[in-house]
């Protein structure tokens, strides 16, 4: 079963024509409008064994009313996608994606101007990452205190209603927004903008002036990522650092690898040259392929772990009509997989707790398993299969939290098998995860990711570093002398002296769903 990485926005074209032509109309009635957007909605509410998990009834009842009145505003495909993605968003899953069709996109692109800055998001604030046209003199690190008048947290909001995310995690979408996306989100949302008066701060500097908007055909493109094996470095004699960018089967196979045996050589390296600390880091980890988490999970802490608590899906076969009498459907599991299932009364479909993966984190113990003093690096790119892991490690104590809250929500999520459905007036696709996999523990609190015992945001002039301030941190708090991670201490930031910081955000966290 494939375990989706983390997705800001599907890049899949729409359907094509017989003549190999995509089909991308110009112009939608407001009936057409009107299907499109209910049968996006019926199709989560057939398909997600559990769209309240993390919103009420009322809110959702209330969300999509006020979608479907949009309807007579609507006339083409990116406005089908401008309503539609907020209403997808609020359900607070992060594997529920809206993707727009490839010749829309491709025609924003390359025909579209919008605001002239990168940004780099994190709890602290946003800050300018790269400038153009009118505003390339501005210094990057700058921090931008306001668009058009709006400030932090309504640009925040704005961004969280625009990529999907679990639960009221804020960390998954600064990562997902990062660099010039915001600036094609806003796009999409607010359309196009020629002016944007901007405020922002550099060493004590405060600024305000008016920028024109530059065309995203003049923008850099984001680096491709090109290794998502896992490396082995040593720091020093008894000290590795272990970075895990993906548990993705197809990286491993395309290396000539399997994600176990190179976790077995990898192991067999620390055991034989005598690791006693490790910093494990899961930062761009965005998940991949069940359960290569639990494989890593077995290497780090013996005994198994009851991991779910259920994973469900809503049925066999999901089934949708349009308003037309167009049928959709999708059939979740084939002949071979229901013997893995139960059926439940009301129709659902649970795993069965049997090998090879059922509910345990591993049946078996990986040997040689690594018993030292483990430190993790993890933050808002860290979800779905990395956040699982995460998950699983804070629930047994195993390691200290160093980075940002983890981008996958504590008490579980909805992904593996999905659901690709094209909205058929307006090309727009709905990516529909099918299978709630719901840990055996509560959240911390519910609706967030596991929190950093450390927290140290990213800093904008460290992007792309893997051997930023994080890892820094991470550093200094594996080499203290501590036997649990409870009496870890993190190094504060101004002064460098020790304090201790059990339990990161939890207290004190920013509400931030649209």
């Known amino acids: 079963m494939l375990r989706l990485s983390a997705v800001v926005v599907s890049l899949l074209s729409v359907p094509q024509a017989a003549t190999g032509e995509e089909v991308t109309p110009k112009r939608l009635s407001s009936l057409q409008v009107h299907e499109d957007l209910q049968l996006a909605i019926d199709a989560v509410e057939a398909a997600m064994p559990d769209i309240y998990w993390h919103q009420s009834s009322q809110t959702w009842t209330s969300a999509k009313a006020a979608a479907l009145a949009q309807t007579d505003d609507v006339e083409d495909a990116m406005g089908v996608y401008a309503v539609l993605t907020p209403l997808m968003a609020r359900i607070g899953e992060g594997h529920l994606s809206v993707g727009l069709p490839r010749a829309v996109m491709i025609e924003q692109m390359e025909a579209g101007v919008g605001l002239p800055l990168d940004l780099h998001w994190n709890t602290t604030g946003v800050f300018i990452s790269g400038a153009y046209g009118e505003a390339?003199?501005?210094?990057?690190?700058?921090?931008?205190?306001?668009?058009?008048?709006?400030?932090?947290?309504?640009?925040?909001?704005?961004?969280?209603?625009?990529?999907?995310?679990?639960?009221?995690?804020?960390?998954g979408p600064m990562r997902d927004g990062g660099g010039g996306r915001y600036a094609i989100l806003r796009n999409r949302l607010r359309g196009a903008e020629q002016v944007f008066r901007l405020r922002y701060e550099k060493d004590g500097v405060v600024t305000e002036r008016a920028v024109a908007a530059t065309p995203f055909s003049n923008r850099k493109r984001p680096a491709t990522v090109v290794n998502q094996v896992a490396s082995l470095d040593w720091i020093e004699p008894g000290l590795a650092y272990l970075n895990v960018p993906s548990f993705s089967n197809r990286a491993y196979r395309e290396a000539g690898k399997t994600f176990r045996g190179e976790m077995q050589i990898l192991f067999e390296e620390l055991h034989r040259k005598r690791a006693t600390r490790l910093i494990l880091d899961l930062r761009e980890n965005g998940g991949g392929s069940e359960p290569n988490e639990s494989i890593l999970y077995s290497f780090l802490v013996e005994a198994p772990l009851h991991k779910y608590a259920a994973v469900e899906a809503r049925s066999r076969e999901v089934i949708v009509t349009s308003h037309s009498g167009e049928v959709f459907s999708h059939l979740v599991f084939d002949a071979d997989e229901l013997f893995l299932q139960e059926t439940l009364p009301d129709g659902r479909l649970r795993r069965l707790n049997l090998p090879p993966e059922g509910l345990m984190?591993?049946?078996?113990?990986?040997?040689?398993?690594?018993?030292?003093?483990?430190?993790?690096?993890?933050?808002?790119?860290?979800?779905?299969?990395?956040?699982?892991?995460?998950?699983?490690?804070?629930?047994?104590?195993?390691?200290?939290?160093?980075?940002?809250?983890?981008?996958?929500?504590?008490?579980?999520?909805?992904?593996?098998?999905?659901?690709?459905?094209?909205?058929?007036?307006?090309?727009?696709?709905?990516?529909?995860?099918?299978?709630?996999?719901?840990?055996?523990?509560?959240?911390?609190?519910?609706?967030?990711?596991?929190?950093?015992?450390?927290?140290?945001?990213?800093?904008?002039?460290?992007?792309?570093?893997?051997?930023?301030?994080?890892?820094?941190?991470?550093?200094?708090?594996?080499?203290?002398?501590?036997?649990?991670?409870?009496?870890?201490?993190?190094?504060?930031?101004?002064?460098?002296?020790?304090?201790?910081?059990?339990?990161?955000?939890?207290?004190?966290?920013?509400?931030?769903?649209?």
Not at 150 to 155: H, R, T, V
Not at 414 to 426: A, D, I, R
């Open 136 to 171: 390339a003199d501005i210094p990057v690190g700058s921090r931008l205190l306001e668009i058009n008048g709006e400030g932090y947290d309504i640009l925040l909001k704005e961004l969280m209603a625009m990529v999907p995310h679990d639960g009221n995690i804020s960390t």
């Open 361 to 514: 984190s591993h049946w078996q113990p990986s040997n040689p398993v690594f018993h030292g003093r483990l430190v993790i690096l993890a933050g808002g790119y860290t979800f779905s299969g990395g956040a699982e892991l995460a998950s699983m490690l804070h629930h047994v104590d195993r390691g200290v939290f160093v980075g940002e809250e983890v981008g996958g929500a504590h008490e579980g999520n909805t992904s593996g098998y999905s659901w690709v459905l094209t909205l058929p007036h307006s090309g727009v696709r709905l990516h529909v995860p099918l299978l709630q996999f719901r840990f055996n523990w509560p959240g911390v609190p519910g609706h967030r990711g596991v929190p950093a015992q450390c927290e140290v945001p990213p800093l904008v002039d460290e992007i792309g570093q893997r051997r930023d301030k994080a890892w820094r941190v991470a550093l200094q708090v594996v080499n203290q002398d501590w036997a649990s991670p409870t009496e870890a201490m993190c190094p504060e930031p101004e002064e460098g002296a020790l304090l201790s910081h059990r339990g990161g955000r939890d207290s004190s966290v920013r509400e931030t769903l649209p």
